[in-house]
């Protein structure tokens, strides 16, 4: 299976500013997909990544608040934007190609102080 | 709406028995179900899958039950290692993936 690799592994930002956040894949990938987990619970789905157009965003999630961008085929990128202790959160990147199931990377742990 | 369940947040197990973690799906649309395990400080690692098509599916050391009857879905772990000390997450697919709450799973010694 893939190999995921997300940076930061984790950050302690400030209230106000913007983190981006950067999802490497090893090998072309059909979808990859943006998630949020909040502290103790189950993860959300935020977006799908689409390649070389914009994402597609689930309900209570927008743009201005979390921009996505996919370049290519092994590459997304999440800014959570003008952040607020609530964004606390593993923000985690995870992509399906074909038949095989989704695989997650180990997530950025955010701290909005 | 859709919702992905599971029946307890936590289950401890002694060691060496057999671990049964249970979730209940409501959406008869969905066609494809997957068991994740999350260890502390990683993202969801999938552990087995299982098609609507079929009932049990078996890998090594777990398997997957459904129950499409009752919309219900278990994972059984045979043999419960500490290594098995995890968060436990159901997931369904209808066009796309819902999780469910997760269940944490206790090894006792």
């Known amino acids: 299976s893939a190999v995921i690799s997300q940076k930061p592994s984790r950050d302690i930002c400030q209230r106000g500013t913007s983190l981006t956040i950067q999802c490497q894949v090893d090998?072309?990938?059909?979808?990859m997909f943006w998630y949020r987990q909040q502290p103790g619970q189950s993860l959300t789905l935020i977006a799908t990544?689409?390649?070389?157009?914009?994402?597609?965003?689930e309900s209570g999630f927008v743009i201005d608040k979390f921009p996505i961008s996919r370049p290519n085929l092994t590459f997304s990128t999440l800014t959570v934007s003008n952040m607020s202790p609530e964004d606390s959160s593993i923000y985690l990147c995870?992509?399906?190609?074909?038949?095989?199931?989704?695989?997650f990377g180990d997530g950025t742990r955010l701290s909005i102080l | 709406g859709e919702s992905v369940g599971l029946h307890l947040p936590t289950l401890s197990v002694q060691e060496g028995d057999n671990s049964i973690i249970n979730c209940a799906y409501s959406?008869?649309?969905?066609?494809?179900f997957i068991w994740y395990k999350q260890e502390s400080g990683k993202g969801p690692q999938f552990i087995i899958d299982?098609?609507?098509?079929?009932d049990k599916r078996q890998g090594q050391r777990v398997t997957v039950l459904l129950n499409k009857t009752v919309k219900h879905l278990s994972l059984q772990i045979a043999a419960t290692q500490p290594g098995d000390s995890a968060v436990y997450f159901c997931?369904?697919?209808?066009?796309?993936?819902?999780f469910g709450k997760g269940t944490r799973l206790h090894i006792l010694p």
């Open positions: 995870s992509v399906e190609d074909g038949d095989q199931p989704q695989h």
């Open positions: 090998s072309q990938v059909t979808m």
């Open positions: 990544a689409n390649q070389g157009s914009e994402a597609t965003y």
């Open positions: 959406n008869s649309a969905s066609d494809y």
């Open positions: 299982i098609r609507s098509n079929m």
């Open positions: 997931a369904e697919r209808d066009d796309k993936i819902i």
